[in-house]
């Protein structure tokens, strides 16, 4: 596997192409007097494309990615961060559905410099193949089942033969799939997606930069433990780092058509493995017969489908929690 360096840089005129969509936006007029009740509130689009194109600063945004040790490991970007201890243990995390590694940058700190430096991670974040940085290569089909293959060739690649993960379907297949070399997996419950048809929505999302950021506005307010007020969990830089990411990238089509063939998946197999359980609010119960080494429970009431983003303290106290005893002794 070649590993190189990394940084984040888009290139302007692709700015200055997103800058002229911006300005000639058309906003559609409300379905439903209630704010929200029909989708995305167009009032609150206005205003964050407004944002984006008047105060949203990308190159800040870009200086911030860029100190995080960032490489691709051939197709894969892959944020690689050091641990602070005596022995940090390898921790593979992976985003979840229409998010990003930056998901995972309230956290990181939190592992790669705990209180206890015994506690300490080497965290491993990819872009899951298909978003943002790493590109979906041509002629494969990308279930659930193949992507968790990916992640251990990544994993070995970097030279991490045993591991712990933390995600949702990918990790229970890479525990299933690779039982000697996942020491334990810490889910927010896996959970089936639905069919899907992708190419048609996103059509749509990849050409229009409010289209893009009005879907994943909806789609991150339904899935955010935020009492329907987005702003109480992400800021409007956040919100426009995520969009901007799968703007710049032309990523949305390939992300959604990732979706599309996981619903297609086999049954979830059994993972034998221990078995970490941090529910959030959205999540549906663990199917006690698909984990028969569950080491920790929690159902904390806060916190939705980005646990790492929205609950970082709590999630980061049960990782280290649940992984202490699967350490290798030293």
């Not at 700015?15 to 002229?20: F, G, N, Q, S």
């Not at 994993?155 to 020491?183: C, D, K, N, Q």
């Amino acid at each position: 596997m070649e590993i190189k360096p990394f940084r984040v840089r888009v290139d302007e005129t692709v700015l200055d192409d997103l800058a002229l969509r911006l300005a000639r936006s058309r906003f559609a007029r409300p379905s439903d007097p209630v704010a929200w009740r029909a989708g995305t509130d167009p009032f609150y689009l206005s205003e964050l494309l407004t944002y984006w194109r008047h105060r949203f600063d990308w190159r800040a945004v870009e200086h911030r990615l860029n100190r995080l040790p960032q490489f691709m490991a051939d197709d894969l970007h892959v944020v690689h961060a050091r641990g602070n201890g005596p022995a940090p243990f390898p921790l593979l995390m992976i985003h979840g559905h229409l998010s990003s590694f930056a998901e995972m940058t309230k956290i990181l700190p939190l592992l790669t410099d705990p209180p206890d430096p015994a506690d300490a991670f080497d965290v491993i974040i990819p872009s899951v193949p298909g978003s943002v940085f790493s590109p979906l290569p041509h002629g494969v089909r990308p279930d659930t089942p193949w992507l968790a293959d990916r992640m251990a060739d990544l994993m070995t690649g970097l030279g991490h033969l045993t591991f712990g993960t933390y995600g949702t379907e990918i990790s229970h297949w890479l525990a299933a799939r690779h039982p000697r070399r996942v020491a334990g997996v810490h889910l927010t419950s896996p959970s089936p997606r639905a069919p899907s048809r992708p190419d048609t929505v996103a059509a749509a999302l990849i050409d229009s930069p409010a289209g893009l950021a009005a879907w994943l506005l909806d789609e991150l307010r339904t899935r955010t433990d935020c009492d329907g007020e987005l702003e109480t969990r992400w800021t409007k830089d956040e919100l426009l780092t995520l969009t901007t990411l799968y703007w710049t990238t032309s990523s949305i089509g390939t992300a959604l058509g990732v979706d599309h063939h996981a619903a297609a998946d086999p049954p979830l197999p059994i993972c034998t493995v221990p078995a970490a359980f941090t529910l959030s609010t959205t999540a549906a119960p663990p199917r006690r017969h698909l984990y028969p080494d569950i080491r920790l429970r929690r159902e904390p009431k806060r916190g939705g489908h980005f646990m790492p983003f929205e609950e970082p303290e709590l999630l980061a106290e049960d990782l280290r929690a649940f992984f202490r005893p699967l350490r290798p002794l030293p």
